[in-house]
């Protein structure tokens, strides 16, 4: 069965820092790859999404991320952090079959300083 | 991708009484999901609901719990049955449309049990 893994619950950033936020994930062929961002009180909004070619993939918001095979890692970046961006970000597995068997990690809390 | 809208988008229940939660999908799809989000945690996957036929529960959660219904290929319904405090949570909706592996979210429902 497939697991994801955040390493971090909590990061806080400066506005205008980078970011990179980690995730790591465990499945036994090729994964589909999401990054998923909840602002309070909201759902789940797709950021960037990993089904395979290019290994670095762009996002909406200005986040990329890109997929490392061989570390299992699929870490989600932004060059310059802005207020908006405080949120709750998961990282996510799939299999690709219409939803099914759909793993989220724990998340990761980023809060920004002005 | 796909509009999913959830209601009640919050609520605030009395201890014993039940509570449906509708979902709607602007588009038809093939299975919808059910998850659960308790306070400050990840996503858990509740059921899986396909149209025709019997919704199939994660374990840890039962029919009796949580009935599903799903009549058609865009509508499906959640009821939390004789609610307790420590069912209170955000129940969110979710379904893939199309080939793409990603899920896309409603906004979710938040039910606070008193």
């Known amino acids: 069965a497939q697991s994801v893994t955040q390493p971090d619950i909590h990061i806080t950033v400066s506005e205008g820092a980078s970011l990179e936020l980690r995730c790591n994930y465990s499945?036994?062929?090729?994964?589909?790859l999401f990054w998923y961002v909840q602002s309070p009180g909201q759902g789940l909004q797709l950021l960037l999404k990993?089904?395979?070619?290019?290994?670095l993939v762009q996002g909406i918001k200005g986040f990329e991320a890109e997929f490392k095979r061989s570390q299992s890692s699929f870490n989600l970046r932004k060059p310059s952090v802005h207020w908006s961006d405080a949120a709750e970000y998961f990282c996510?597995?799939?299999?690709?079959?219409?939803?099914?068997?759909?793993?989220f990690g724990p998340g990761t809390r980023l809060s920004v300083l002005p | 991708s796909a509009v999913i809208s959830q209601k009640p988008s919050r609520d605030i229940c009395q201890r014993g009484t039940s509570l449906t939660i509708q979902c709607q999908v602007d588009s038809q799809v093939t299975m919808m999901f059910w998850y659960r989000q308790q306070p400050g945690q990840s996503l858990t996957l509740i059921a899986t609901a396909n149209q025709g036929s019997e919704a199939t529960y994660e374990s840890g959660f039962v029919i009796d719990k949580f009935p599903i219904s799903r009549p058609n290929l865009t509508f499906s319904t959640l009821t939390v049955s004789n609610m307790s405090p420590e069912d209170s949570s955000i129940y969110l909706c979710?379904?893939?449309?199309?080939?793409?592996?990603?899920?896309?979210f409603g906004e979710g429902s938040r039910l606070t049990v008193l």
């Open positions: 990993y089904f395979s070619g290019d290994t």
């Open positions: 499945y036994g062929a090729t994964p589909y």
């Open positions: 979710s379904a893939e449309t199309g080939r793409t592996g990603e899920l896309f």
């Open positions: 996510a597995v799939g299999a690709g079959n219409y939803g099914q068997n759909f793993v």
